[in-house]
């Protein structure tokens, strides 16, 4: 039930070379990034599930540094991402939490998002996004159980952001770059067939009964090469070629290949013919905001914006603008992602407490915010996981 979210848990080399004696010796620091809209109420939201937590499954004691990022913020200070921001998450943090950013639809001189630059700046170059739910509605009115990891590249492709805008005979046109490169292709399926590994692996310990996904690891590399021969004709072959140059992968993973279009239409007509997706970053991006519809909401998605030695939780959904201030957004994307980040400095046990904590909340039904069809409040549901934990 929980291996989608789980997998995370040995990516980054800290986590991996962490025991839970020596984690627990020191404290453990997150930054925390609330940024735009309602990022500013799901990240105390989260704030407030980590501090609940139980000093047995959460032995490390926890210290919060508060910064800042966003557009409402460069449009105050000229700057959406501060130095003083990154000094702090790279000197003083274990890790972090973003809310969300409310980057405008035009051009704005001298702005570029925050998120983008702060995973270029981290190298956080995968964003890990679990879609699970034991009954998800599909395009045909069916309900189905699934149990996908959709890992996107994360620092290339358009998110570049070099556009330009030129004057022609007919009128103006634009021209935007798109860069894709062997190496973070390669880090991005290195990641996709080991984390299908590690999935399986945690399958294994549980019973038959409980697996969504029964078959053998597979991943799914997503493209538009019959397009895009050259940018996505080199994102295939080297991701392919992560799979064909080593032997335990060509042994226990099936690989398959999908075109983005129709692996959207796949993807909501028989989203259980899914184990871990990877795509380059706009597929990736929109792929995973797609896939939030088959669980209900993006309220409930998590993502881990991963690099090798540093992870930042993020919630899938923007800054909703629109019911920002309002205290009846959906904590729940943003609690997972605690919990994933939790995953990823060696506190499994804590992340499965709160994983457990909401999948109850959600389970019983009875406390939903507005996107879910309920009438609760933030503070509502989050008080709701608290008293679980």
């Given at each position: ?44 939201a989260a704030r407030q599930v980590l501090e609940t937590l139980r000093s047995d499954v959460m032995p490390a004691k926890l210290n919060f540094v508060n910064l800042d990022a966003g557009f409402e913020y460069f449009q105050k200070h000229g700057v959406a991402l501060p130095e003083e921001t990154l000094a702090a998450l790279k000197g003083d943090c274990d890790g972090a939490l973003f809310g969300a950013v409310s980057s405008p639809s035009h051009k704005v001189a001298g702005y570029s998002s925050p998120i983008v630059g702060l995973r270029k700046q981290m190298d956080l170059y995968a ?263």
């Amino acid at each position: 039930m929980y291996s989608a979210l789980r997998s995370i848990q040995n990516v980054t080399r800290r986590a991996a070379s962490t025991t839970a004696a020596a984690a627990a010796s020191k404290p453990l620091t997150i930054g925390l990034i609330p940024a735009d809209g309602i990022g500013r109420e799901v990240i105390p939201a989260a704030r407030q599930v980590l501090e609940t937590l139980r000093s047995d499954v959460m032995p490390a004691k926890l210290n919060f540094v508060n910064l800042d990022a966003g557009f409402e913020y460069f449009q105050k200070h000229g700057v959406a991402l501060p130095e003083e921001t990154l000094a702090a998450l790279k000197g003083d943090c274990d890790g972090a939490l973003f809310g969300a950013v409310s980057s405008p639809s035009h051009k704005v001189a001298g702005y570029s998002s925050p998120i983008v630059g702060l995973r270029k700046q981290m190298d956080l170059y995968a964003n890990v996004r679990p879609v699970i739910s034991g009954a998800a509605a599909t395009a045909s009115g069916e309900r189905r159980a699934i149990d996908m990891l959709i890992i996107r590249e994360n620092t290339e492709c358009l998110y570049i952001k070099e556009e330009e805008l030129h004057e022609g005979p007919d009128g103006k046109y634009a021209i935007a770059k798109r860069r894709i490169s062997e190496f973070a292709s390669r880090r991005a399926g290195e990641m996709a067939f080991s984390m299908a590994l590690q999935r399986d692996a945690m399958r294994q310990q549980l019973p038959a009964s409980e697996r969504t996904w029964t078959g053998r690891p597979k991943v799914t590399i997503v493209h538009k090469s019959n397009v895009l021969s050259v940018t996505d004709g080199l994102w295939r072959e080297t991701v392919r070629s992560v799979y064909e140059s080593n032997p335990e992968y060509k042994a226990r993973v099936d690989v398959e290949e999908q075109l983005v279009d129709s692996m959207v239409y796949r993807m909501f007509r028989e989203p259980e013919a899914f184990d871990v997706v990877v795509a380059p970053n706009m597929y990736g991006d929109i792929i995973s905001d797609g896939a939030a519809a088959l669980v209900g909401s993006l309220g409930l998605v998590p993502s881990a914006n991963v690099g090798d030695n540093f992870v930042v939780g993020e919630p899938v959904h923007g800054s909703a603008p629109d019911i920002a201030g309002r205290n009846i957004a959906n904590p729940i994307a943003a609690i997972r992602s605690a919990a994933m980040l939790l995953e990823s400095t060696g506190y499994g046990s804590a992340a499965l407490a709160i994983y457990r904590a909401v999948d109850k909340v959600l389970a019983e039904g009875q406390i939903k915010t507005p996107d879910l069809g309920g009438k609760a409040t933030t503070t509502e549901v989050t008080e709701a996981v608290c008293k679980l934990l």
